[in-house]
């Protein structure tokens, strides 16, 4: 059994509920929305984040049809920022095929992920929980936040560990806070546990960005994501940010140098690639990737004991350890 089957087998019904309930709120009436809605419906991802709805969910009471609808207007908006990222990225692939901007183009990206933002919007309304609308209005600002702070940095160079943390924060642990809270609040969790949820979220999210980030300084590019992607719209990462802070004045100087240049050659991605291997910088953020995930487990001490609790350290685990 793969592991992420053993993951979700106590959950299974519900996400069945879930696949059901997201393909039916992607329905369009009009031809040429339903042609992109059915396509981004064919670049089935891992569902990280409605499983972790769910699992929330059960770890502190019982799932239900609001659980259902969480799980879909938080993987809607998530699907909403992929879409534009890839447009402003210029991106090629997403989960083995072609974004929605390769295939079509940017302007089609663009709306399509405007279309699903609102209709995000839309869902979250249905719920009648003010809790659940008040998450997702927060999410939307961060996550763009983050985005932009990202861009920013990537101008000036100026990247600190602090404020890689602070922009991993908004663009992708918010998003897992998001999800384990909203879980916890459509199974009725108490104030100080979804507390704890938050938390849990936010150090799984941290946790999984450096994972990701990782892997764009591994030898071999993986699926949907190239290697050196990141160095290429200069975005700087732990991997690196750890190696400036390492080496001598004139070294950082030399790969600042290289970092600044807009279109930089294979040669220049790889001579980055094992500068940061040359300096510990993928040690390093492996080891604080590790420390995020092991705070996340910690903080299910906090819970009782059932499926749902296995199912979400074993979660940790996969993420720790997946290969793409």
């Given at each position: 059994?793969?592991?992420i089957d053993?993951?979700?087998?106590?959950i299974q019904?519900?996400?069945?509920?879930f696949?059901?309930?997201?393909?039916?709120?992607?329905y369009?009436?009009?031809?040429?929305?339903?042609?992109?809605?059915?396509?981004?419906?064919?670049q089935?991802?891992?569902?990280?984040?409605p499983?972790?709805v769910i699992?929330?969910?059960?770890?502190?009471?019982?799932s239900?049809?609001?659980?259902?609808?969480?799980a879909?207007f938080?993987?809607m908006?998530?699907n909403?920022?992929l879409?534009h990222?890839?447009?402003i990225?210029?991106?090629?692939?997403r989960?083995?095929?072609?974004?929605?901007n390769?295939f079509?183009?940017?302007k089609?990206?663009?709306l399509?992920?405007?279309?699903m933002?609102?209709n995000?919007?839309?869902?979250?309304i249905?719920?009648?929980n003010?809790?659940l609308?008040?998450?997702?209005?927060?999410?939307?600002?961060?996550?763009s936040a983050?985005?932009?702070?990202?861009?920013?940095?990537?101008k000036?160079?100026?990247?600190?560990?602090?404020?890689y943390y602070?922009?991993?924060?908004k663009?992708t642990a918010?998003?897992f806070s998001?999800?384990a809270?909203?879980?916890?609040?459509?199974?009725?969790?108490?104030?100080?546990?979804?507390?704890?949820?938050?938390?849990?979220g936010t150090?799984?999210g941290?946790?999984?960005?450096?994972?990701?980030?990782?892997?764009?300084?591994?030898p071999q590019?993986i699926?949907?994501?190239?290697?050196?992607?990141?160095?290429?719209?200069?975005k700087i990462?732990?991997?690196?940010i750890?190696?400036?802070?390492?080496?001598?004045?004139?070294?950082?100087k030399?790969?600042k140098?290289l970092?600044k240049?807009?279109?930089?050659r294979?040669s220049?991605?790889n001579k980055?690639?094992d500068?940061?291997?040359e300096?510990?910088?993928?040690?390093y953020?492996t080891q604080?990737m590790?420390?995020?995930?092991?705070?996340?487990k910690?903080?299910?001490?906090n819970?009782?004991?059932n499926?749902?609790k296995?199912?979400?350290?074993?979660?940790?685990?996969y993420?720790?350890?997946?290969?793409?």
């Open positions: 059994m793969k592991i053993s993951i979700t087998a106590p019904q519900e996400l069945n509920d696949d059901q309930f997201f393909k039916d709120s992607l369009d009436q009009y031809k040429s929305i339903k042609r992109i809605n059915q396509y981004i419906l064919k089935k991802g891992k569902k990280v984040r499983i972790l699992l929330a969910a059960n770890l502190v009471g019982k239900n049809q609001q659980t259902i609808q969480a879909g938080l993987e908006l998530h909403a920022t879409i990222d890839d447009a990225d210029d991106t090629s692939e989960r083995g095929l072609l974004s929605v390769a079509w183009n940017n089609t990206a663009v399509i992920g405007d279309y933002l609102s995000s919007l839309q869902l979250a249905q719920t009648q003010f809790e609308l008040n998450i997702i209005s927060i999410l939307g600002k961060e996550l983050g985005e932009i702070l990202q861009m920013d940095k990537s000036t160079l100026d990247i600190t560990e602090e404020s602070t922009i991993i924060d663009k918010v998003l998001s999800c809270r909203a879980g916890g609040i459509t199974a009725g969790a108490s104030p100080e546990q979804l507390k704890q949820l938050d938390e849990l150090n799984l941290l946790a999984f960005q450096i994972r990701d980030d990782i892997f764009d300084f591994q590019g699926l949907g994501k190239p290697t050196g992607n990141d160095l290429r719209e200069n990462t732990l991997p690196l750890h190696a400036l802070t390492q080496c001598g004045e004139a070294k950082q030399e790969m140098k970092l240049i807009k279109r930089k294979k220049q991605i980055l690639i500068f940061a291997i300096y510990d910088g993928l040690e953020a604080r590790q420390e995020f995930s092991m705070k996340a910690a903080l299910l001490d819970f009782p004991d499926d749902a296995t199912s979400i350290l074993t979660l940790i685990d993420i720790m350890d997946r290969k793409n």
